[in-house]
């Protein structure tokens, strides 16, 4: 037999590695009863049309495909089946993931040989050996047509699987230069309502070290540069982050990892840690309104928070924080403040999400009580809550967009803030403006994706300090700008642009900490700009004038 497990990633990037896929693939292999058959993954993402998958699928003489359903993907694969039906019904199904796992009713079981809720790894293996065998599917975490009653796979030792990357069935997508997702333990002990988490046992469980440090090697020796780790809260064990942290240091100093974490957990030793490799952080803030994280489990110290923070940023770690629009208690002013905040603590991204009602997490039990309206359908996004209004939600989402485009994707951290103090205006209320001139250019048939984000800056904000009647610091402002474009542009392109500056950038890195009004007044901008390179200088980098 050839069984193909299929992945549906949301695109083509450094979290499109299908590991969930691989892991199940593994353990398939592993499987003495199954050695006689064919296994491979197979990765789409959702630019691919699910019905030329369907096309794909049944060109590959394939006998029986594994799908890994999760929030993201669900109608990409409802389209998928549908379609493979049609045109292959001689290829059987069976499907695993999340969204299974915590939406099973809104599955249509027949089109299934069996269904798994859990870790794939356990329940994947038994139930596909029944079926080949001829015998009745069933066991914990093994749903059929024959057997339809929901249940839970049990927890896996971690310590009894095979590795996906050891034993070579990563190999495919490994890719010298390439990305990776990479796991060394699985669980998270807190109970955040919004989290697929909230009703897990609340453990965490580790992967060997012998395991981790073996594969560890393998990564490196297969060139690959960036890898995202996929723990939930890496810095949950102190000792343990601290040796992982140690041994990244010393076997992988040239590769890029990016962590999620707790800031509370945070310390002198974990950010000396996180400070002795190439990585980024992402925080999970959601909220900085307790009345708001109160109804999800968490909780929220203003003081605390921005110690831990101040702590990455003195040993210039990046990190990027988390927002949630429509947690039960917010509204629209509330979430402006906690945007407001987020931003001046200059994260280098802000990832904003507005509220899912994830089947099986607690908030999505408790939607009746916060009387909530939600999409029923994935991806469960919330409609409004009697806090935050339909149109207040629409608004969030306005400001949401101007804050991806204009601070993330525009990479914006040292300059929003100078921005908004020139104009007197609050992050919030910039990235509203700037979702309007979008909104404007598309309305006048531009597209967005294709115009350079940093030209869009420059001319939005031209028009807005004309707007405003702060001209006068044009000069001061927009060299403060693109000398920070420009460090982006270099660190990216690894080549220097041409600079055309009004002050001298030694100068203008006084604007990291001083008004721009007390600036003007101090220091005389050339007559005629001038233009500057950059270059290495050290562990950093320096300014040159071109003459």
Not at 120 to 133: D, H, K, R, S, V
Not at 154 to 179: A, H, N, Q
Not at 249 to 259: D, T, Y
Request: hydrophobic share 40%; proline share 4%; with cysteine.
């Amino acid at each position: 037999m050839k069984i193909s497990i299929i992945s549906v990633a949301i695109e083509p990037d450094n979290l499109s590695f299908p590991l969930g896929a691989l892991c199940v693939e593994t353990a398939l292999r592993s499987e003495q009863r199954l050695k006689d058959n064919e296994f491979n993954t197979v990765l789409f993402t959702l630019e691919d049309a699910p019905k030329d998958a369907a096309m794909i699928t049944k060109e590959s003489a394939v006998d029986i495909i594994g799908l890994s359903i999760y929030l993201w993907n669900r109608d990409w694969y409802d389209v998928y089946i549908e379609e493979l039906s049609k045109i292959a019904p001689e290829i059987k199904i069976f499907a695993g993931g999340t969204e299974i796992s915590a939406n099973y009713k809104s599955f249509d079981i027949s089109k299934f040989i069996f269904m798994t809720a859990g870790e794939g790894e356990a329940t994947t293996p038994i139930a596909l050996t029944q079926y080949l065998n001829g015998e009745e599917i069933k066991g914990a975490g093994i749903m059929s047509e024959a057997n339809p009653s929901f249940s839970y796979a049990s927890v896996l030792d971690l310590r009894s699987l095979d590795s996906p990357i050891l034993t070579g069935v990563c190999d495919p997508f490994l890719e010298e230069g390439g990305s990776m997702l990479w796991e060394m333990t699985r669980g998270c002990p807190f109970h955040c309502g919004f989290c697929f988490e909230s009703k897990g046992l609340r453990s965490v469980r580790d992967y060997p070290y012998e395991r981790i440090n073996k594969e560890l090697d393998y990564i490196v020796n297969k060139g690959v540069t960036d890898i995202f780790i996929l723990d939930p809260t890496f810095n949950i064990d102190k000792a343990r982050t601290m040796k992982m942290l140690k041994l990244i240091k010393r076997k992988a100093p040239h590769i890029h990892f990016s962590f999620e974490l707790r800031a509370e957990l945070l310390d002198k030793d974990l950010a000396d840690g996180f400070g002795s490799i190439f990585c980024s952080l992402q925080i999970g803030l959601q909220s900085i309104h307790q009345d708001v994280l109160h109804t999800v489990g968490r909780d929220f110290n203003l003081k605390l928070f921005k110690e831990k923070i101040t702590l990455l940023e003195k040993r210039g770690i990046v990190y990027g924080l988390d927002l949630i629009i429509g947690l039960p208690n917010d509204n629209l002013e509330k979430f402006k403040k906690s945007l407001d905040f987020t931003i001046g603590c200059k994260p280098s991204n802000v990832d904003i999400f507005a509220l899912s009602m994830l089947p099986g997490t607690k908030i999505a039990e408790d939607a009746e009580k916060w009387e909530y309206t939600y999409d029923h359908k994935s991806p469960y996004v919330i409609v409004e809550t009697p806090t935050f209004s339909k149109e207040d939600v629409a608004k969030a989402l306005e400001i949401k967009n101007g804050c991806d485009e204009f601070y993330t994707k525009g990479q914006a951290s040292m300059y929003t803030g100078l921005i908004c103090d020139t104009l007197g205006i609050k992050p919030s209320v910039l990235f509203k403006h700037f979702n309007d001139y979008l909104v404007f250019l598309q309305s006048k048939g531009h597209d967005i994706d294709e115009l350079d984000i940093f030209e869009l800056q420059d001319t939005f904000l031209k028009q807005l300090m004309k707007q405003f009647n702060k001209e006068e610091y044009n000069d001061a402002l927009f060299s403060y700008i693109e000398m920070h474009q420009g460090i982006t542009y270099f660190f990216e392109e690894g080549t220097s642009p041409v600079l055309s500056l009004y002050y001298n950038p030694n100068e203008l890195a006084i604007l990291d900490n001083q008004k721009i009004e007390r600036f003007v007044a101090k220091h005389e901008p050339f007559t005629q700009p001038k233009e500057y390179g950059i270059i290495e200088y050290g562990d950093g980098i320096d300014f040159i004038e071109l003459k």
